[in-house]
């Protein structure tokens, strides 16, 4: 036998190795197979999801700001942040020019934005939904009908985007801009109850994830993976009709005054509710920039300032609370009266007069308010002052609350008694003082001033807000004493006439104090105030009126006065509270009037037939 060709051996042997080579390789694809797509498959599927995929936040819409009837003060509308995507963007002059016009922009501005290879460049900030669909119409009108031929390519025009967001408005312009406040660029509150609130009104961002192809949203891809949801609209016990008359009423008056600020408050002393809260000057909440931060501060919660002779109807309740004085015990009211080592006046030199209680308080005698407080220790007077809320913040809900300021007894000195008595030595918030008078408005019982009504939810779900606290001051035999007292303050022989309103029976106190100026920490200027209720025997309002730093005529009562009467007036006809009858007798307000009512009286009791038993 011949043996076989060695070169077809070899060749045998080559053909068997190739053939185990690839059975190998293809093994090894197998397994690799089953690897990729069995073994580790949900490995790579996330990595795939993680380098193709984006995710991106949904702003959630922040709550509203309303007035008890729905008037709304802040709200948040839909608007759209627009972008471009550099790396995308072929025809940059072609697209500003005809993008440009359309944002309020030149071609020029324009340009330069649209080249490089960043992937979001933020074009404008937010403009209304109308400009950013005219755009994208713009642009695919562009590529529908004027796009033409180039060097073989089609041109078409892209790279803008947009984002939604929301911006905030203020429908009512200045108007309570004080208490409404408003948000930083963040969408955070910055101010007022936009900051106090900040957590109901903000809302939870949600989030949506999309398949990104080169920075660009695969259609089809998009998918929420969580929902967003509107922050807490919060309604106020403000009544749009009455701020507004009060803003107008304060604002002539602190022009005219050429003063530095004023504030107006209504209030119902019952529930504690806010129906105005206007302050001046004021400012544009959408529209703060170049404003003075010192317009931003809220007066009526974060200026403390000597009450002066308000602050009187503190001394005189209290001394009728605590058994010592009448409404007709007859005072002795000289000009002047030196306690201690130092000389106390009145504010108009008079010879010395014989006033019941109720006339030192209608003519507002500093000496005759000395001499009520001399009846009460130190720390009695204390006690009463701190009762009545000074030094304590009113918890009204409004930010950057300020309590006052009222030393503790053991620092007072020889003439700290004295001064306190009539108004002056110690510091309030024209919150504090509006609650004062309510407290007497409402039968001696002090309840928490408050500007919430309740809340709406995103599902528009209402929930009343808390009932506001009340606490026991004075009696109700003191606090109806008190206002009949204070009727006298708007009758001819008082301090305000000009606060009176026909048809109404009116109570009030003038204030007139020196103002502490913080620069030189010495008195200089004034603070000029009214504040009353109405109707004076069952009263339903109580309206505060606070003017700092007026220049000229600086009187409580010939400032405060008119604007009391102007908002007082716009209250009790919009709230639909009826005409009262006028008081059938008042107290006598000196000594000569009540000998003269004492001796009607005896002589009507020796007419009167005595009855036979």
């Known amino acids: 036998m011949m043996p076989a060709n ?3 051996a070899v060749v045998h042997r080559r053909i068997r190795y190739i053939v185990a080579t690839s059975v190998v390789i293809l093994i090894v694809f197998a397994l690799r197979l089953v690897d990729v797509q069995a073994v580790r498959a949900a490995g790579y599927a996330s990595k795939a999801d993680i380098e193709l995929s984006k995710r991106t936040i949904i702003q959630a819409p922040r709550g509203g700001i309303t007035d008890i009837n729905g008037v709304e003060f802040a709200r948040s509308v839909i608007s759209y942040r627009i972008l471009v995507d550099q790396a995308i963007i072929e025809y940059p002059k072609e697209l500003a020019t005809l993008a440009a016009p359309i944002l309020g922009m030149t071609a020029g501005q324009l340009e330069p934005q649209l080249v490089g290879t960043r992937r979001y460049v933020v074009i404008a900030q937010s403009v209304k939904p109308e400009v950013w669909r005219k755009l994208e119409t713009a642009v695919e009108n562009y590529n529908a009908t004027v796009s033409r031929e180039k060097n073989g390519f089609t041109k078409r025009l892209a790279g803008f985007f947009a984002e939604r967001i929301y911006t905030r408005e203020y429908p009512e312009g200045q108007l309570g801009a004080a208490m409404i406040g408003f948000i930083n660029r963040s969408g955070v509150g910055a101010a007022g109850l936009e900051y106090s609130m900040n957590n109901r009104l903000q809302g939870v961002n949600g989030e949506y994830t999309y398949a990104n192809a080169s920075g660009t949203i695969i259609p089809g891809t998009q998918k929420i993976t969580v929902e967003e949801r509107r922050g ?15 803003q107008q009423a304060i604002s002539e008056t602190v022009k005219k005054s050429k003063a530095l600020s004023g504030t107006v408050i209504v209030m119902n002393p019952k529930t504690g509710q806010i129906l105005a809260h206007a302050s001046y000057p004021s400012f544009n909440p959408g529209d703060t920039k170049g404003v003075d931060p010192y317009r931003w501060k809220n007066p009526s919660v974060q200026e403390v300032y000597e009450p002066g002779s308000t602050g009187k109807i503190i001394t005189i309740a209290s001394a009728i609370e605590e058994g010592k004085i009448t409404p007709e015990t007859v005072l002795r009211i000289p000009y002047a009266l030196k306690v201690s080592n130092k000389t106390f006046h009145d504010h108009e030199r008079h010879p010395v007069q014989y006033l019941t209680l109720a006339g030192a308080l209608a003519v507002s005698s500093n000496t005759g308010a000395i001499q009520v407080g001399q009846m009460l220790s130190n720390d009695k007077l204390h006690d009463y002052l701190k009762k009545f809320g000074i030094s304590v913040k009113t918890g009204s809900g409004l930010p950057g609350e300020e309590g006052g300021k009222l030393l503790p007894v053991k620092e007072w000195s020889g003439t700290t008694a004295p001064t306190v008595a009539f108004g002056q030595g110690y510091s309030l918030t024209a919150m504090q003082a509006t609650s004062v008078f309510a ?11 408050t500007l919430i009504a309740g809340y709406s939810d995103a599902s528009g779900r209402y929930t009343p807000a808390h009932q506001q606290s009340a606490v026991r001051v004075v009696s109700k035999e003191t606090a109806q004493q008190m206002r009949l007292m204070m009727e006298s303050v708007v009758s001819a022989s008082g ?6 309103i026909p048809g109404y029976r009116v109570a009030g106190k003038t204030g007139t104090a020196q103002r502490v100026d913080d620069s030189c920490g010495c008195y200089r200027g004034y603070t000029a105030s009214f504040i009353g209720f109405a109707p004076a025997d069952k009263p339903e309002y109580v309206v505060s009126v606070v003017i700092q730093d007026p220049k000229g005529i600086h009187w409580g009562g010939y400032l405060g006065g008119p604007v009391f009467k102007k908002v007082m007036s716009f209250v009790l006809q919009s709230q639909h509270i009826p005409p009262t009858a006028p008081a059938t007798t008042l107290y006598p307000l000196n000594k000569e009037e009540l000998q003269k009512r004492q001796a009607a009286q005896q002589e009507a009791a020796n007419n009167t037939p005595k009855r036979n038993t």
Not at 439 to 449: E, H, M, Q
Not at 495 to 500: L, R, Y
């Open 495 to 500: 301090t305000a006439p000009s606060a009176a």
């Open 439 to 449: 407290t007497i408005a409402n039968d001696g019982l002090r309840v928490t001033p």
């Open 232 to 246: 807490d609209t919060i309604r106020l016990t403000i009544d749009r009709d009455v701020q507004w008359v009060a």
């Open 6 to 8: 060695p070169h077809i």
